[in-house]
Structures are given as structure tokens and as C-alpha cells.
């Protein structure tokens, strides 16, 4: 296989990832590192360098439009970022000396617990009575909907921030945002509506991937020649998802693509209990 021929299948396969994960909330990394891994043969490493830089840029173009829309919480996103990008950094050192074997095998567990969220009823009620933890650090707020702006408060401060940390660590360690995680955080403990916390959640994946990138980047696993065509497919397949999915009903999409990840991470599991990466 050429140069030439690689690149542009890498930048098919990159568009297609950036497409399902946008339409999913899913994000592309966890199709680019498998697409990567057992079709091209490529390190996982490398692999999870690709995937970091892709989420960089995917979260930099989606978390503008949000933030302008006034939905994302900014001041409770900087806050979590202080676990997240600290777990960042433990999980991109842990990576450097942990076999690919058993990152495999950890990937395809949060492959399985992402496709198991994306079916999880959402909560979509927002608190009237939050915790003094909350008040203290001023991270309630509102969002605006057609009936107007609907203010929300939050609890469990202290068990979301825990989550974060290790959300920030499976992130470094795996090359992926760990948006399952970040909202299950601030949804499930912390009671922040849906559409708060995935948009607050896509906010903070770039910078936890930016922090887990620059341990990436000085050990060498940034490889331009891999890196560039994903993070230009996975940025373009993204914007195209973010305008159909006004037209698609959201609800098949992820059924049809959690039977894909379940498949997906048992093949990484096999792989990685068979040592073949």
C-alpha cells in the first residue's frame, strides 16, 4: 500500500468516525483507535496520539457553537477540568509503561460501559435545591429552551469532582474523551440536565486531551503522517454530523451503533487477551 493510497483511506475512515461519533455523543476516538489498530496495524500508541489531537480539534469546533448558544456551564467545566486534566496526565504516564495488551483490553471495557450509557435513560429534570458546595462555588445556573431560560442547581459536588479524576485518567491512559464517564459525573450524581452536561462534557474533552498530548507528544508517539489526515477527517465528519443530526432521529443511530461497539470492543478484548497488538 502507497503513501498516497493510506492517507486517503485513513481520511475516509477519519470523516466516517468523526460522523458517527458526532451523530452518537460518543466522539470519534473510540472508532478512529479500533479503525487504527486492526485494520491498519498501527501501534496502539500511535494510535491514542492521533485519537487525542482529533479530540482536541472536535471538541475546539463543537464547544464554540454550544458555549455561543449559552448552554455550556463554563465556570462548573474549568472546575472539573482541575480532576480531569490532572487524571490526564497520571493516565498519559501510566500508557507509557503499561503493556498495549492490557490498554486493549481496558479500551474494550469503556468501549462496552460507553455503548451501555448511550441507551441509559437521561435526566432531563433540573434540581430547585442545591447543595451548599455548590452555592459556595457558584456553579449553578440556567439554559435557555423556547419557553424561556430554566435555572438549575446541583449536589454531590465532591463525588462528581472523583469521577472526573478518573474520567481524566481513563482519557490519558486511553486516548479517548471519556465522555461516558464526564456525564454520567454530572448527570447521574451531580443531577445537572442532559443537555447541560454532554455539551459541559464536550467542552472539557479538549483540554483533558490536550494535557494527556503533551506526554504523548514528548515520548514520540505523534506521528504527522497518521495524526494529520485523522484529525482533518474526524473534524470534518463532525461539523457534517452536527447538520444532520437535525434531520436524523438520534435514537436509531445509537442503536444501531452500540451493536457496532460491542463488536468492536470484543474484537479489541480478543486481540488483547491473544497478545497480538
Known sequence: MTILTFTIILLVGAYLA?????????????????LLTLVFHVDIR????????????????AASAYVKE???NIRLGMFLEIATTVGAVIGALLAVYTP????AILF???LLFSAAMTLRKKNQVALTEGSKTSEFLKLNGSYPTPAGPVDYKLKNVGAGFS?????????GLLGIGSGALKVLAMDSTMHIPFKV???????????TAAASAVVYLQRGYMDPAIAFPVVLGVLGGAFTGARLLKKLDPKVLRYIF?????????????NGFQHKF
Open 46 to 61: 500511535y494510535a491514542i496520539g492521533a485519537a487525542l489531537l482529533a479530540s482536541i480539534a472536535n471538541s475546539s469546533g
Open 100 to 103: 498495549t495488551n492490557t490498554i
Open 18 to 34: 468523526g460522523l458517527v461519533g458526532s451523530l452518537t455523543g460518543l466522539g470519534g476516538g473510540v472508532v478512529v483507535i479500533p
Open 70 to 72: 449559552g448552554i455550556t
Open 197 to 207: 452536561s454532554t455539551t459541559t462534557s464536550n467542552f472539557m474533552i479538549g483540554v
Open 258 to 270: 452500540c451493536a457496532a461497539i460491542v463488536f468492536v470492543a470484543a474484537e479489541m478484548m480478543y
Open 108 to 110: 474494550g471495557c469503556i
Open 163 to 171: 469521577i472526573m479524576t478518573l474520567a481524566g485518567i481513563l482519557s
